[in-house]
């Protein structure tokens, strides 16, 4: 069954600090993946995307990505955090059948001020 | 609007009650995704509509949920005789078309079974 896991369910990091979260998918064919931040009280929102070509992304607010087709892996990094990234981040491919999202169970990330 | 929007933002509901809930899409896209965010369960995927269409309703839990869209536009997410077990957030999301394009989430729908 096609699949995305979230390594982490709660990351605590002092700010400045460094991130990544881990992403692995299970499923063939073509990949499409997405990193979402869900900040406190508000909507799922894109941080960044990978459809095709450079295997590393960048996305807003300073993360970015890599794609590691031999890993399965999309891992979210970030060189250093604030608190303002204090939020849930969600792991997600297109590998539904009616090209909807198969979303990883998130990762609660603290930052401590 | 810019957005996805959604309504109402909260419902909360007696069990057995039936409740609508609302999605606007971006103008313009057209796919649309229903999903449903509940403790311990993630995210998890019930319907796409592809304009007016939805050809597969077989993510739906059970047979109370249904859900239509008219004019390619607006969607509705009807639960009937609701159960607690229904608590959860209901998201929207709409691309521009469907598969691999972005979809932009809308806030969602946060219902309460008592």
């Known amino acids: 069954a096609q699949s995305v896991s979230q390594h982490n369910h709660h990351v605590i990091l002092s700010e400045a600090a460094s991130l990544e979260l881990g992403c692995n998918y299970s499923y063939g064919g073509t990949v499409n993946l997405f990193w979402y931040v869900q900040y406190p009280g508000q909507h799922l929102q894109l941080l960044l995307k990978y459809f095709s070509g450079d295997p590393l992304v960048k996305g807003i607010k300073g993360f970015e990505a890599e794609f590691i087709k031999s890993k399965f892996s999309f891992n979210l990094r970030k060189p250093s955090v604030q608190w303002s990234d204090t939020a849930e981040y969600f792991c997600?491919?297109?590998?539904?059948?009616?090209?909807?999202?198969?979303f990883g169970k998130g990762t609660k990330l603290s930052v401590k001020p | 609007g810019a957005g996805v929007s959604q309504s109402p933002s909260n419902k909360v509901t007696e069990k057995g009650k039936d409740v609508e809930l609302r999605c606007d899409p971006i103008s313009g896209h057209t796919a649309l995704y229903w999903y449903r965010q509940s403790l311990g369960q993630g995210l998890e995927f019930l319907i796409y509509?592809?304009?007016?269409?939805?050809?597969?309703k077989s993510g739906l839990p059970s047979d109370r949920f249904s859900a239509e869209r008219t004019g390619g536009s607006v969607s509705t997410l009807t639960i009937q005789r609701t159960q607690q077990e229904d608590s959860a957030v209901y998201l929207c999301?709409?691309?521009?078309?469907?598969?691999?394009?972005?979809?932009?989430f809308g806030p969602g729908t946060r219902l309460l079974v008592l």
């Open positions: 999301a709409s691309s521009l078309t469907p598969g691999a394009e972005t979809q932009y």
């Open positions: 509509f592809q304009g007016n269409s939805a050809p597969d």
């Open positions: 997600a491919g297109t590998g539904g059948s009616q090209g909807n999202l198969i």
